[in-house]
């Protein structure tokens, strides 16, 4: 069950800001690694659920960072928000580029196919979300054809 609890935090202050950031790239790397990691069959929870549990509780906290800089009255937290945005965003690019986890994602959803394994409306759907997302990504490409995408 989720918490109800709201993680939304409009008052950091400017080290605050920084400490959230550091803690949400912490986060995000130890499920891609986590889920990566995985031995043995790949299932909807142990190489999916991870990803869509993460973006649930990052959601709120990413708004937590960022909004500071469109609203604050404290220049330095407006600051801090905005190189937090930029560090965010320049890791999310990496993460999104990550082979390996692109691979888990892609080995899940080929076993799921040829077991003939239903999901839900929701669940295929962030599924081929998470897919289509690497595949702009140029993910799927090899070689010289990557590279030309990356």
């Known amino acids: 069950m989720a918490s109800r609890e709201n993680m939304l935090r ?36 142990n190489t999916i659920a991870p990803f869509a549990r993460m973006d649930r509780e990052m959601s709120p906290m990413i708004s937590s960072i960022d909004f500071p800089m469109h609203v604050s009255s404290d220049e330095a937290v407006r600051n801090a928000s905005s190189e937090a945005d930029e560090k965010l965003r320049k890791f ?34 962030y599924v081929q979300k998470t897919l289509l997302d690497f595949n702009r990504d140029g993910l799927q490409l090899e070689g010289e054809d990557r590279k030309s995408v990356v």
């Open 10 to 45: 409009l008052s950091l202050s400017a080290e605050e800001i920084s400490a959230l950031t550091d803690q949400i790239i912490a986060r995000m790397t130890a499920v891609g690694d986590e889920v990566v990691a995985v031995a043995g069959e790949r299932t909807f929870e």
């Open 92 to 125: 999310s690019v990496d993460f999104s580029m990550r082979q390996d986890v692109y691979r888990a994602v892609l080995a899940y959803e080929e076993q799921r196919k040829a077991s003939g394994v239903e999901l839900a409306p929701e669940a295929a759907r």
